[in-house]
Nanobody, 126 residues
Framework: QVQLVESGGGLVQAGGSLRLSCAASGRTFSSSTMGWFRQAPGKEREFVAAILWGSRTTYYANSVKGRFTISRDNAKNTVYLQMNSLKPEDTAVYYC???????????????????WGQGTQVTVSS
């Protein structure tokens, strides 16, 4: 059974930092593009960051560029999201997602990801 389990969420003041982790089990994701998405109350789930399986090139939403960093440790089958300079508008449930192995299509759309975690709440107070 394939599982993605996020951790590291919580309550933080504006300007603070959090590091989210996403541990995968049931199969290896070393050949899968991994992404982070978030969903605020009343809003659609949106792209935050992705790291490609081959080149390890990273992509970010404009709203988080320069503040968030996505990385992966294939030996641990884990992907991370380091979030710095957090803002109240970053408040959301954050989801980890994985694409099928060797898929090289869009990293931006939720529909291109086949595996999802249950989400972890991040709340940034002003």
């Amino acid at each position: 059974q394939v599982q993605l389990v996020e951790s590291g969420g919580g309550l933080v003041q504006a300007g603070g930092s959090l590091r989210l982790s996403c541990a995968a089990s049931g199969r290896t994701f070393s050949s899968s593009t991994m992404g982070w998405f978030r969903q605020a109350p009343g809003k659609e789930r949106e792209f935050v960051a992705a790291i490609l399986w081959g080149s390890r090139t990273t992509y970010y939403a404009n709203s988080v560029k320069g503040r968030f960093t996505i990385s992966r440790d294939n030996a641990k089958n884990t992907v991370y999201l380091q979030m710095n300079s957090l803002k109240p508008e970053d408040t959301a449930v954050y989801y980890c997602a994985a694409q099928d192995s060797y898929y090289s299509g869009s990293y931006y759309y939720t529909g291109t990801y086949n595996y999802w975690g249950q989400g972890t709440q991040v709340t940034v107070s002003s």
